[in-house]
């Protein structure tokens, strides 16, 4: 695409102005409402990280945040900073600013009417779920990481297999803290339901992360996980950010895509889930 097909305000990388003081007051009443009833959830819920940085970052429920504000902060932290962008943007670009330590985050904010679900990432989702453990080292170094390692995928032919490590992992990882399993994928601690269900429900399966095993299995985009991965620590990742990929996506490719409910006999369990909420789907 050339720059002179792009829409009005959009830049070649995709990045628009935030355009802040365009927010309505209805829309700032919105981000209230999510971030006061998420806020009060994730308390003993979210990783401890997650709630560091949440408190050193300003972000407030008084009004959706200055993605300028935000990336000051950030970039004296760990050297990111958010940019908008006015919804999804292809692979590429995604990659390349995740590569180069920008965020992409959606400007636009969901109606009163989808608190509970929105298809498409808005400002709620990428800022209060992605941004403040951008401000914990290893997750701005794993993020970066996984931007450089997506352009080589995606030349390679095998971006859905890394796309996987991304959803169990930054959308919708769990992690083992001393005072239990909490939250750090941006997917859960952004919604409400599934901030209960990832830790709470009997339905889905706890599995202790593995590479290979996350890169083989398949996801729920419009629902609920079947299953979710469990990291030890977030240092975990840190040592994905120095795995040499190419040899696994060797050996997965030979393997059978996974179904997200699975589990293999050599999976080490948190929790076998008993399948009830998706089986009672399946059965309708």
Not at 253 to 275: A, C, F
Request: proline share 6%; hydrophobic share 40%.
């Amino acid at each position: 695409m050339q720059l002179s097909d792009l829409p009005p305000g959009q830049r070649d990388d995709w990045t628009i102005d935030q355009q802040w003081d365009q927010y309505t007051p209805q829309q700032h009443a919105v981000w209230k409402t999510l971030f006061e009833r998420q806020s009060k959830l994730l308390e003993g819920r979210a990783c401890d990280e997650f709630l560091a940085g949440m408190r050193a970052l300003p972000i407030a429920p008084d009004q959706i945040p200055d993605f300028r504000q935000l990336s000051e902060v950030l970039m004296q932290h760990t050297g990111w900073q958010v940019v908008a962008v006015p919804g999804l943007v292809p692979d590429e670009v995604f990659f390349e600013h995740l590569a180069n330590r920008r965020f992409p985050a959606g400007q636009f904010i969901r109606n009163a009417d989808q608190l509970d679900y929105l298809q498409e990432p808005d400002v709620f989702h990428d800022v209060f779920g992605h941004v403040p453990l951008l401000m914990n080292p290893i997750i701005a170094d794993y993020i970066q990481a996984y931007g450089v390692g997506g352009l080589r995928a995606k030349e390679k032919g095998v971006l859905d297999l890394l796309a996987r490590v991304y959803w169990y992992t930054v959308e919708f990882g769990l992690v083992q803290q001393k005072d239990g399993l909490r939250l750090y994928g941006a997917g859960i601690v952004s919604s409400y339901t599934e901030s209960i269900f990832a830790l709470d429900d009997a339905s889905p399966n706890r599995v202790q992360f593995d590479l290979a095993r996350v890169m083989q299995t398949d996801y729920r985009i419009d629902d609920f996980q079947e299953t979710y991965f469990v990291i030890r620590d977030l240092d975990e990742l840190l040592q994905l950010a120095h795995t040499d990929f190419d040899p696994l996506y060797a050996q997965v490719q030979q393997r059978p895509v996974l179904q997200p409910g699975t589990i293999l006999p050599e999976d080490v369990l948190t929790t076998r889930g008993t399948g009830s909420y998706h089986n009672v789907k399946k059965e309708k």
